[in-house]
T-cell receptor, first 116, second 112 residues
Framework: DAGVTQSPTHLIKTRGQQVTLRCSPK?????VSWYQQALGQGPQFIFQ???????QRGNFPDRFSGHQFPNYSSELNVNALLLGDSALYLC???????????????FGPGTRLTVL | SQQGEEDPQALSIQEGENATMNCSYK?????LQWYRQNSGRGLVHLIL?????REKHSGRLRVTLDTSKKSSSLLITASRAADTASYFC????????????FGQGTRLTINP
């Protein structure tokens, strides 16, 4: 049983460009969350998707957007990249996450984004 | 912004010793979770403790939760070199979605 997978593993972009990161949740999971982890910091919540809708959003600008597909996979898009967007982007999934407050979240290996 | 603080920020002990990490948070929670992260890779879930629980065990791990003090601790007994990693606590409050709010982590180094 595959866990949470993310692609690509690493990515280098320049300021002003746009990037799309991808995530496939663990089998049986229908809720996907995205987190940004700057170097030396804990992860920060970007948003969570369930039933193809954004259910909750953290304190991130509109440059950060997402999408969830019918197969529960998800994309994170970041427009007009800034140097400060350089970070590890983590995807997490859980089952029926929005109906329960007691589910552990399973994290993928992350995508390391470097903005030059 | 981070939910709370983890203490200490860094901990270095000898193999075989016990390691204790503490986490404080600020708001009400449904549960608190501990994660491990090796060298900037993905997070590995260690243990989840619900707000109505006070203590939980999993192998060499023991977690306590004191909701009156808004604090939790993670104890790793008989540490091994493979336990070297960063450890994060994350609080969850279900409000239509389960958002995890992480601390800044404790960097644990086990010396052989």
């Amino acid at each position: 049983d595959a866990g949470v997978t993310q692609s690509p593993t690493h990515l280098i972009k320049t300021r002003g460009q746009q990037v799309t990161l991808r995530c496939s949740p663990k089998s049986g999971h229908d809720t996907v969350s995205w987190y940004q982890q700057a170097l030396g910091q804990g992860p920060q919540f970007i948003f969570q998707y369930y039933e193809e809708e954004e259910r909750q959003r953290g304190n991130f600008p509109d440059r950060f957007s997402g999408h969830q597909f019918p197969n529960y996979s998800s994309e994170l898009n970041v427009n007009a990249l800034l140097l400060g967007d350089s970070a590890l982007y983590l995807c997490a999934s859980c089952p029926l996450g929005w109906t329960s407050g007691y589910n552990e979240q399973f994290f993928g290996p992350g995508t390391r984004l470097t903005v030059l | 912004s981070q939910q709370g603080e983890e203490d200490p920020q860094a901990l270095s002990i000898q193999e075989g010793e016990n390691a204790t990490m503490n986490c404080s948070y600020k708001t009400s929670i449904n549960n608190l979770q501990w994660y491990r992260q090796n060298s900037g890779r993905g997070l590995v879930h260690l243990i989840l403790i619900r707000s109505n629980e006070r203590e939980k065990h999993s192998g060499r791990l023991r977690v306590t939760l004191d909701t009156s003090k808004k604090s939790s601790s993670l104890l790793i007994t008989a540490s091994r070199a493979a336990d070297t990693a960063s450890y994060f606590c994350a609080t969850a409050l279900f409000q239509g979605a389960q958002k995890l709010v992480f601390g800044q982590g404790t960097r644990l180094t086990i010396n052989p």
